[in-house]
T-cell receptor, first 114, second 117 residues
Framework: AQSVAQPEDQVNVAEGNPLTVKCTYS??????LFWYVQYPNRGLQFLLK??????LVKGSYGFEAEFNKSQTSFHLKKPSALVSDSALYFC????????????FGTGTQLKVEL | EPEVTQTPSHQVTQMGQEVILRCVPI?????FYWYRQILGQKVEFLVS????????KSEIFDDQFSVERPDGSNFTLKIRSTKLEDSAMYFC???????????????FGNGTRLTVT
C-alpha cells in the first residue's frame, strides 16, 4: 500500500529565509509524487510533481522539490519565503499498483513571519 | 484556467437525512474523485470514477455513499442517511486521461462543508 509521512505538523520560518517542508513516502513500485497547497476555506492547489528524470523539480510560486530515491523523500523547498506562503502543505503519492488515486500526507502548516 | 466547481459551498442537514453534493469537473477530464477532510486535517480518499463506473473506493465509502454522473457535466456524491461523523469538508477532483493518467495531477474544487446536526 502507498503512504506518505509528513513528520512536522508546523514549520515556522522568517520571511526571506529558505524553507523546507519534509515528506517521505512508501510505495511498492515507482512513485509519482506531488505537492499541494491549501489556503483557508479553499481546495487544494497543485504546486509541482515528480514523475521521472531530474531529481529537482520546479513548480509554481518559486517552489521546488528534491526527489531522493535512497531516502524515499520528496522535500519541498523555497529559497526565500514570503508571508503569503503561509498555508497548509500536503505531499501526495501515486503508485500504479495503487490505482489512480493520490494518497495524501497529514499536512504541514507553514507559518512565515516578518 | 478551467476549474472544478462544487455546490453548495455549505450544507447543513439533520442526522438521518439524505444529502447530494454536486460537482462539475473540468470538461476534458475523464477521472473523477471524491475526498473528504475533517477539521482541516488529513485529506482522505473516498472514491474514484472512470468510464461511468467506480474504479476504486476506500473503506470509508460504505453502502451509505454512492456516486453518479447523471449527465455529461455533473458528478454527484450522495450520502443516504447522514451521521454526525459525516461532518467534514468534501472535495471533488478531476484529472486528465490523456497519455499516462498517472502523470496527471488532480484538480480540486473549493469543497462543500457538510454539517450534520
Amino acid at each position: 500500500a502507498q503512504s506518505v509521512a509528513q513528520p512536522e505538523d508546523q514549520v515556522n520560518v522568517a520571511e526571506g529565509n529558505p524553507l523546507t517542508v519534509k515528506c517521505t513516502y512508501s510505495v511498492s513500485g515507482n512513485p509519482y509524487l506531488f505537492w499541494y497547497v491549501q489556503y483557508p476555506n479553499r481546495g487544494l492547489q497543485f504546486l509541482l510533481k515528480y514523475i521521472t528524470g531530474d531529481n529537482l523539480v520546479k513548480g509554481s510560486y518559486g517552489f521546488e522539490a528534491e526527489f531522493n530515491k535512497s531516502q524515499t523523500s520528496f522535500h519541498l523547498k523555497k529559497p526565500s519565503a514570503l508571508v503569503s506562503d503561509s498555508a497548509l502543505y500536503f505531499c501526495a503519492v501515486r503508485d500504479k499498483r495503487g490505482g489512480n488515486k493520490l494518497t495524501f500526507g497529514t499536512g504541514t502548516q507553514l507559518k512565515v513571519e516578518l | 484556467e478551467p476549474e472544478v466547481t462544487q455546490t453548495p459551498s455549505h450544507q447543513v442537514t439533520q442526522m438521518g437525512q439524505e444529502v447530494i453534493l454536486r460537482c462539475v469537473p473540468i470538461s476534458n477530464h475523464l477521472y473523477f474523485y471524491w475526498y473528504r477532510q475533517i477539521l482541516g486535517q488529513k485529506v482522505e480518499f473516498l472514491v474514484s470514477f472512470y468510464n461511468n463506473e467506480i474504479s476504486e473506493k476506500s473503506e470509508i465509502f460504505d453502502d451509505q455513499f454512492s456516486v453518479e454522473r447523471p449527465d455529461g457535466s455533473n458528478f454527484t456524491l450522495k450520502i443516504r442517511s447522514t451521521k454526525l461523523e459525516d461532518s467534514a469538508m468534501y472535495f471533488c477532483a478531476s484529472s486528465e486521461a490523456s497519455g499516462s493518467s498517472y502523470n496527471s495531477p488532480l484538480h480540486f474544487g473549493n469543497g462543500t462543508r457538510l454539517t450534520v446536526t
